[in-house]
C-alpha cells in the first residue's frame, strides 16, 4: 500500500522559531511537492522536486525553503516563523510527470500554528 | 495569472440523489485534468482524472465531462452516499510542466 508520511500531525512554534517539516514516500516517486492549505485558497503549491537535490519554486515560495538530500525525504524549511505560516501543510509524492499522470498520493497533513 | 476555480464552495445534495460538481479553468494550455477528494482529516485523494482529448470519463459511480469551448469542468457522482462527503478539488496540469494546480474546492453535504 502506497504511504505519504508526514513526521508531525499538530506543530506549534513561537514567532521567528526555525521550523522543520519532513515528508516521507515508500512509493521510489521522482516527484514531490510540499503544498498549504487555507479555508478558501485551497491548496497552493509552495515548492516541488523532480529528483535528488533539484527544487522548484511553486506559486507561495516566499518565506520557505526545501531539501531533498534523498530521494524518498522532502523537507520543508520555515527560517524565521512567522503568524502568516499558520496553516496546514500537505506534502505529496508521484511518479514522473513523462505520462503526464496526476495522481499525487497525499499525506495526512501537519496543522503548524504560529503564535 | 491563470487560475483553477469552482463555482460553488458548497453543495447540499439528498442522499441518493446524483451530485454535480463544478469547475472553470482559465489556462487554454491545460491540457489535462484531475479530480480529487478530501475527507475531514485526510489529505486529498485521487478520484478521476481526464485528458484534454476526450470530453467524457467514466469511473465507479463518478463521471467528468470536459467542456474546452467555455474551459469548464464537471463530476458527477451518482446516488450520492454519506461517504461522498467531503470537500471536492479539480486540479489541471499543462503538458510539460510538472506543477498541478488545484481550486478552491467544494463541501459536499449530504443531507439524510
Known amino acids: 500500500d502506497v504511504k505519504v508520511t508526514q513526521s508531525s500531525r499538530y506543530l506549534v512554534k513561537r514567532t521567528g522559531e526555525k521550523v522543520f517539516l519532513e515528508c516521507v514516500q515508500d512509493m521510489d516517486h521522482e516527484n514531490m511537492f510540499w503544498y498549504r492549505q487555507d479555508p478558501g485558497l485551497g491548496l497552493r503549491l509552495i515548492y516541488f522536486s523532480y529528483d535528488v537535490k533539484m527544487k522548484e519554486k511553486g506559486d507561495i515560495p516566499e518565506g520557505y525553503s526545501v531539501s531533498r538530500e534523498k530521494k524518498e525525504r522532502f523537507s520543508l524549511i520555515l527560517e524565521s516563523a512567522s503568524t502568516n505560516q499558520t496553516s496546514m501543510y500537505l506534502c505529496?509524492?508521484?511518479?514522473?510527470?513523462?505520462?503526464?499522470?496526476?495522481?499525487?498520493?497525499f499525506g495526512e497533513g501537519s496543522r503548524l500554528t504560529v503564535l | 495569472g491563470e487560475s483553477v476555480g469552482l463555482h460553488l464552495p458548497t453543495l447540499s445534495v439528498q442522499e441518493g440523489d446524483n451530485s454535480i460538481i463544478n469547475c472553470a479553468y482559465s489556462?487554454?494550455?491545460?491540457?489535462?485534468f484531475i479530480w480529487y477528494k478530501q475527507e475531514s482529516g485526510k489529505g486529498p485523494q485521487f478520484i478521476i482524472d481526464i485528458r484534454s482529448n476526450m470530453d467524457k470519463r467514466q469511473g465507479q459511480r463518478v463521471t467528468v465531462l470536459l467542456n474546452k469551448t467555455v474551459k469548464h469542468l464537471s463530476l458527477q457522482i451518482a446516488a450520492t452516499q454519506p461517504g461522498d462527503s467531503a470537500v471536492y478539488f479539480c486540479?489541471?496540469?499543462?503538458?510539460?510542466?510538472?506543477?498541478?494546480?488545484f481550486g478552491k474546492g467544494t463541501r459536499l453535504h449530504i443531507l439524510p
Open positions: 486540479a489541471e496540469n499543462e503538458m510539460g510542466d510538472d506543477k498541478i494546480i
Open positions: 505529496a509524492s508521484s511518479w514522473s510527470q513523462g505520462p503526464n499522470t496526476g495522481e499525487l498520493f
Open positions: 489556462n487554454s494550455a491545460s491540457d489535462y
